[in-house]
């Protein structure tokens, strides 16, 4: 097959195939899309997600929304009009002639050892009705002529010129500069010492989302800081207006092993300083470390020349596979090449999961016939997003395999994944790798076939990446941007560093100057300093601040974890307080019941390993504070539970919406079995004759609490608990107190209310069944604090009528009879919202003769 497919490139005429060669900023992606539209169709495909998403925006101001169409491995916008074809090379449909254009980008990329077999596959056999253009590097261009007979090579011209400026520290890099790191922790470092003293950075890595890294650029391209720190990632397809690009090294491991960059890829990243006709400059950090730091003479020679040894073998592996096995189809992924120009591919991780899952009985044996081995290969070429390495990747791969092979993937099952990565908390790493993550189920939701209810799992996944690229962005901009030092540091001349900075007491000193104050983890400037010597002052402070502040930090966690730790910290109006300064706030989580804690913005300054450390202090100290609403939380447990029923668990979500009592008219509490009775009881619920309510709860310290996180939660709690819990309280103005229940003009503690009632319905039950009535003795409700009218109405909620005696004869003398009690509850019991005044000898009156 590899031999019948190299002829047909061989013999295939090249028509309208023009190779467009040269450097960076030579406009060769500006070309290609002008050619595009200039056609009736067309379909370029890029070496980059970020790239295509960025040429797709283009084009859709120049074609329209509904002509134009993005497809890459995780998104896929595709109007049912669409002409123009935006696509990443692996994305791409490779159509015989079926686009009148089409181009493929950075086409050296046929000599990556990941993905230049794709790259070379689609320069051999992508192509256009009218017009085909391959863009590249120079260094391709032998294997281009030797590849695609009769192809027109067009050389471009750089529009501006390189110029290397030598070795710099980096506080001396000037403005507009894009400083290179080879590692996401030399990133943070870097980006972190340019927050200190130059107000911050932008930050660009290959792993941030398309929207993340747009929103990064843009704080840089605004002119908010004027410096971007990145990965290699810069160096292809971002056009920025950089001046100057510092290399923070000049090696990186590629995945097999720690090398020298190559001069090709040297000048990919140094082109980008100087768009258009301005020139730009690039160099070295000093003290970066290293021994490979420095460039060599011969590699200044070659990036300000463009002159790179040209490439003499492109990847190359089988496009078309036979799926008769799976033997079969890994005997023709490893056949070699028959042309001297190409090269068999290195393993791929597709192919490494493949053969480590075909090795495997318990997974091989699922894999029979043609379509099941077709489908396996697809499953196997799910990109490692998380960049896990082969183990960890192929076993995601052997269990969507298991998933898939039967059939389509449920949308329960695909929405519940993704819904476990809707979580915009936690810091940066964390955040990118929840991006890593929605990005596999992009991929998987993007499949043809994979998924049920296709379009709208992809647009959760795409909804979900998009809410965490917005919380990635502002950790971001929040870690390594100070925006008050970027403005006070842009004229800062003389290097700050160099200054004395050192903490008496909370008093912060700078070569001996009191320049402000550190309380708690804020540093209060002291609005008496010289305004003439402020901009250095604060940037020196802030430089040495962290230190300071790691010792404070870590004092902190040890206090916390100490036997006289809970006192340390308190909970004042949603916050954490410590020596009178915020910590966090707690902000909406989960449920009402689980907040979630927000540092404050004066932890920015502490040492991210310090700090991590204190929030988890602040954390395990909020744990051990929400204690006493255990009962709450036993509620919320239960009321996830698969056998609590829907109407136990719409009982016990109110119950804690409501701190855990409500009226029992206002819940179905009757319509529940014996079984789940049983449960609610086990919960610690009482179900008294008008309440609902779990007695652990009447208490002012739990109450406070739960009002504390009902309000975060954005939920009415009703007024402050008494501090003491009285057994009775006067009414105020008809408010509904947490804890009482309201009878006219007093409130009754709940618990007291159902101990009345228990006592009366006991006397009820002991009374002869042949009197009419029984008789109730007041004492114990006087002795709470109740007045006759409170009491007589209480008993009349709880469904008891009073059976009035008859009025002595106007000649009989003598003490009245007693007022006797029948239970007579109503279906429906509807409280008066006003009792209606005591008629003279009425029951009121009644009672208080009997306490007389």
Sequence with gaps: ?????????????????????????????????????????????????????????????????????????????????????????????????????????????????????????RLLHARGREETMILGSSTIEPLVRALVPGVEIVTRPRFSTLIHAGAKKLSRVPPRSAIVAFSSEQVYAIAEMLRRFRGGAAVVMGALSPQTRNAQVALYQSGEVDYLVATDAIGMGLNLDVEHVAFAGLSKYDGRRHRRLTTAEMAQIAGRAGRHQKDGTFGTLTGSGGHDSEFEPDEVYAIEEHRFAPLTKLFWR????????????????????????????????????????????????????????????????????????????????????????????????????????????????????????????????QRPDWVLARDEMAARARAVEARLSDALHG???????????????????????????????????????????????????????????????????????????????????????????????????????????????????????????VPDRTLDAVPAPSRKALVAALERWLDTALRPLAPLIKLDEASRAADAGPDLRALLITLVERGGMAPRDDTEVDRLDKGRRTMLARLGVKVGALDLFVPAMLRTQAITLWREMA??????SGPSPEPHMAPTLPA?????????????????????????????????????????????DPARAVSMGLTTAS???????????????????????????????????????????????????????ALADMVR
């Design 1 to 121: 097959m590899a031999n019948d497919r190299n002829a047909s490139a061989r013999n295939d005429a090249p028509t309208g195939v023009k190779a467009v060669l040269g450097p960076t900023n030579t406009g060769k992606t500006h070309l290609a899309i002008e050619r595009m539209c200039a056609h009736s169709s067309g379909m370029i495909g890029f070496p980059l997600r970020l790239l295509a998403r960025e040429v797709y925006d283009r084009v859709v101001k120049i074609k329209g929304e509904n002509s134009v169409a993005l497809i890459t491995g995780e998104e896929r916008i595709e109007p049912k009009s669409a002409r123009y074809l935006i696509c990443t090379a692996e994305a791409m449909p490779v159509m015989e002639r079926s686009m009148a254009f089409v181009a493929i980008d950075e086409a050296q990329l046929a000599a990556d050892r990941e993905r230049g077999h794709v790259f070379t596959d």
């Design 732 to 776: 105020e103005n008809n408010r509904v107190t947490p804890g009482y229940r309201s009878l006219g003009k007093q409130l009754l503690r709940l618990d007291m209310a159902e101990k009345l009632l228990r006592e009366v319905h006991d006397l009820r039950a002991r009374a002869d069944r042949a009197a009419a009535g029984f008789l109730l």
């Design 711 to 716: 309000r975060i939660a954005g939920k009415p």
């Design 318 to 445: 089988e496009p078309e596979p036979r799926f008769d096995s799976l033997g079969t189809l890994i005997a023709d992924l490893e056949i070699r090449p028959d042309r001297p120009e190409l090269a068999p591919a290195p393993e791929a991780i597709d192919l490494a999961v493949l053969k480590r899952l075909a090795d495997e009985g318990d997974v091989a044996d699922t894999v029979r016939g043609f379509g099941q081995v077709r489908r396996f290969w697809e499953v196997c070429r799910l990109p490692d997003f998380r960049q896990q390495g082969i183990e960890t990747h192929s076993r995601f791969v052997a269990r969507l395999w298991q998933d898939l092979r039967s059939g389509e993937l449920g949308a329960d099952f695909v929405a519940g994944q993704i819904a476990q990565l809707d979580r915009t908390s936690g810091d940066i790493d964390t955040l990118q790798g929840r991006i890593a993550a929605i990005r596999s189920w992009a991929y998987i939701a």
């Design 475 to 597: 950790k971001l901009t929040e870690r390594f941007i100070n925006r008050r030092t970027a403005v006070l540091m842009k004229k800062l001349g003389p290097d700050a560093a160099l200054l004395s900075v050192r903490l008496e007491d909370e008093e912060v000193l700078v070569e001996g100057e009191h320049i402000g104050s550190l309380r708690g983890f804020a540093f209060q400037v002291d609005p008496g300093a010289r305004l003439s010597d402020r901009k250095l002052l604060l940037a020196a402070a802030e430089k040495h601040l962290s230190r300071l502040l790691q010792k404070r930090a870590d004092a902190l966690v040890e206090t916390i974890a100490g036997e006289d730790g809970a006192a340390a910290i308190t909970l004042e109006d949603g916050a954490l307080v410590w020596d009178n300064q915020k910590l966090a706030s707690l902000a909406p989580g989960r449920s009402l019941l689980t907040p979630l804690i």
């Design 791 to 845: 009491y007589a109405r209480l008993l009349r909620l709880a469904g008891f009528q009073p059976l009035m005696p008859r009025p002595l004869a106007a000649e009989a003398h003598g003490a009245p009879a007693p007022v006797r009690w029948r239970w007579r509850p109503a279906r429906r019991q509807i409280e008066p919202e006003r009792p209606a005044p005591p008629r003279p000898g009425g029951v009121f009156a």
